[in-house]
């Protein structure tokens, strides 16, 4: 295994965690057409969606909105609506709701909104029905989404509520990367897992993060720790035992309506859009390195340069507040000049507010690394993974720093051609003291103001787990993606209860 997911601490399990035992809470009430629900949902999503936008752009009553010609126009796109739906994964099969973030669904549904409202205008045209003014269009996919991701909430609810098991997962294998899965769960209660064990024999060391998950039982108590305590799901993550005994423990589970998932061997190099292919009944993981087009890079240029002009002048009061109150506070600059890496390698220097104090001691974080590298730093759950600088931090710099406003200067990098609106992290030059060869694959792209592990980790990830992250995203972009993250950065900054400081 990579430094991925480096040991900084051997600890030893806590006083009072011993192997656990408990009767299940009751029998699974396992979940009928849930895929045909959400088939009724965007149904009736689409068909709301149109009412909604023929009220809001006339001045019709209620019943002159529901006119045979917009249910016409619905139900000609519907089958548009139903196939790019189901090739992007929005109906999985199995009654089980996957593990996967409701931002990332949003973004999926609004892309079909999208291709939806598209075809809408199309049919409107080839049949002459009529054409929709582009404020039509808007509303309707506007209230289309809301009510399609409002349905399918919905949906997930209810179907966690009659299939208690289905949300509640235990770990096999309790070791490095069986706890590593352990602290992505409970980081991110979305995912809609209630993660109650482990199952392996006890590990060497424990992360301080995962302290509070009880060790279930041996895999030989597997059967009975699934009956017992209604388990829905089994993440398999590299138990101690042999494959081969672990193959014949888990392989049954499946008979019985439990949802199994591996961790692949090598998964450091897998990013999100890895894929299966089948060789003779043999699936085999592929990742197939990617050739961005000049096209794309281009449009992602393009999206730089308006998403940082735009932010700019939305973002020129704050600039003039903190022209006014950061010197006022603590004598010295508004603005903190700091070299980076960029693209290749190159150093420039990036901007962020200043939230320190002029003379803080910049050794701090140098020794920060070294000790997060090297084993002697690790974080607790609810801790942080980056340097508490509280000690030189200003008060305006601690709500700066808990907001991520600080780096809003960084959107004058981006028009320079320095940054770009979503990359890896922009890296010192000591940092790299600290890489494995692979972690200079982050230097193909240029750094971004915010990133994959900003979003789906933020101040909770490990410095070399944000190093993965960088490499995954170069590996992985597509302008997809970017829009995906750029998109999930507001709520993501929004949702965090607790920021570095």
Known sequence: MSNAAPWTEALDRPAGQEVVRRSGAGASLPVVGRSGLLVAIDVLALLLGAVVASLFTSARPIAGALDPKTL???AATLPAWLVGAHLSGLYRPGGLPAVHPTAAERWDVAQLVLVAGAALVLVAIASRIGRAAASELAVFGAAAV????????????LSQRLDGSSGTAVIV????VGQLVARKLLRHPEYGLKLVG???APPKRWRRDVAKVPLLGALDDLASIVRELDVGRVIVAFSRESDEDTLALVRPLLGHHVHVDVVPRMFEMMGPQAGLLDVEGMPLVSVSPRAPSAVALRAKRLIDVAGATLGLILAAPLFLWAWWRIPRESPGPVLHRQVRLGADMREFTMLKFRTMAADADQSAHEAYI???????????LGELYKLDRSDVVTRTGRWLRRTSLDELPQLINVLQGKMSLVGPRPCLAYETAHFSRHHYERFLTRPGLTGLWQVTARAHASFAEALEMDVAYVRDWSLALDLRLIARTPVEVLRQRKATV
Do not use: I, K, P, Y
């Not at 809301?146 to 609810?157: I, N």
């Not at 070294?370 to 607790?380: C, I, K, L, N, Q």
């Open 198 to 200: 482990f199952v392996d």
């Open 173 to 176: 294998g309790a070791g490095d």
């Open 72 to 74: 016409q126009l619905v």
């Open 370 to 380: 070294e000790r997060a590298m090297s084993g002697t730093h690790f974080a607790a």
């Open 146 to 157: 809301s009510f399609a991701v409002t349905g399918r909430l919905a949906v997930r609810a």
